[in-house]
C-alpha cells in the first residue's frame, strides 16, 4: 500500500470517527438537559405530593417537614445525576444509531492494506448516503408526498 493510499484511508477513518463522536456528544447534550429536567419534576412532585399532608395536626411535625421539603427540593444531586445520566444515554444512543460508520472508520483507521481500504470506503459511501438522504431526500418518504 502505497503512502498516498495510507494517508486517505487514515484521512477518511479520522472523519468518520470525529463525525460520529461530535455527533454523539451533541445528541448527549441535549439529551443530558431533557433528562435532568424530567428528573427534577419527577423529584419535585414526588416530594411535593409526600409533604402535602401531615399524620396528625402538629406545629413541630409542621415545621420538621417544611424543612425536610425545602433541603430535599435544594438538593443539586438529583439534577447532577440527572444530566449525567441523559448525556451518557443520549451519546450512546448516537454510537449505536451510527455504528456502520463507526466500523467502517475504526477499520480505515486501525486496519492495514485491504483492510484499511475497505473501511476508507465504507466511510465515504456511508457519507454519500447521509448526504443523498438527509440532503436531498432521495428514497425519504415525506408527508408532503
Known amino acids: 500500500m502505497n503512502v498516498v493510499s495510507k494517508i ?14 461530535y455527533d454523539a456528544y451533541c445528541l448527549g447534550k441535549a439529551n443530558s438537559h431533557r433528562v435532568s429536567q424530567h ?4 423529584h419535585f412532585e ?3 405530593a409526600a409533604t402535602r399532608t401531615l399524620g396528625t395536626e402538629s406545629e413541630v411535625k409542621n415545621f420538621v417537614q417544611e424543612k425536610t421539603r425545602d433541603f430535599r427540593m435544594e438538593n443539586p444531586l ?10 451518557v444515554g ?3 444512543e448516537s454510537l449505536g444509531t451510527n455504528i456502520i460508520p463507526v466500523i467502517f ?5 486501525a486496519g492495514k492494506g485491504t483492510a484499511s481500504k475497505i473501511g476508507a470506503i465504507g466511510v465515504a459511501a456511508s457519507a454519500l448516503y447521509t448526504v443523498a438522504r438527509e440532503g436531498f431526500g432521495l428514497g425519504k418518504h415525506t408527508p408532503v408526498d
Do not use: E
Open 105 to 109: 472508520a475504526s477499520m480505515a483507521l
Open 90 to 92: 443520549g451519546a450512546l
Open 78 to 87: 438529583i439534577s447532577i445525576f440527572g444530566s449525567i445520566k441523559g448525556f
Open 8 to 21: 486517505v484511508c487514515k484521512t477518511a477513518g479520522i472523519a468518520g470517527v470525529s463525525a460520529a463522536l
Open 46 to 48: 414526588r416530594v411535593h
Open 39 to 42: 428528573m427534577t419534576a419527577d
